[in-house]
C-alpha cells in the first residue's frame, strides 16, 4: 500500500486549521507559516516535527514545496 504524501498547506487544511492558528500554536508569524507553505522558507526539523504533530499526520507523509527564488 502505498503512503498518501500531501503538501504542508493541505496538511494543514486537513487538519481544519489556518494559517493564524498555525501561527498562534507554533509561536511564529503568519508570514512564515505563508512561507513554508509557498516554499520561500523551509521549517526546521524541529518545526517540522511540531507541525507533524499539530496536524496529526506522519513527518514522512508532509511534501515541502521545492525552494522558490
Do not use: C
Not at 503512503?3 to 494543514?12: C, D, G, P, Q, V
Not at 512564515?32 to 516535527?49: A, C, M, Q, R
Not at 507533524?52 to 514545496?65: F, T
Amino acid at each position: 500500500m502505498e503512503t498518501l504524501k500531501i503538501s504542508l498547506a493541505a496538511a494543514r487544511v486537513n487538519a481544519n486549521l489556518t494559517q493564524d492558528e498555525v501561527s498562534r500554536r507554533l509561536h511564529v508569524g503568519k508570514r512564515t507559516v505563508v512561507n513554508w507553505e509557498k516554499g520561500k522558507s523551509t521549517p526546521s526539523f524541529i518545526v517540522l516535527n511540531a507541525l507533524s504533530n499539530l496536524y496529526g499526520i506522519p513527518i514522512d507523509n508532509i511534501i515541502l514545496p521545492k525552494k522558490s527564488t
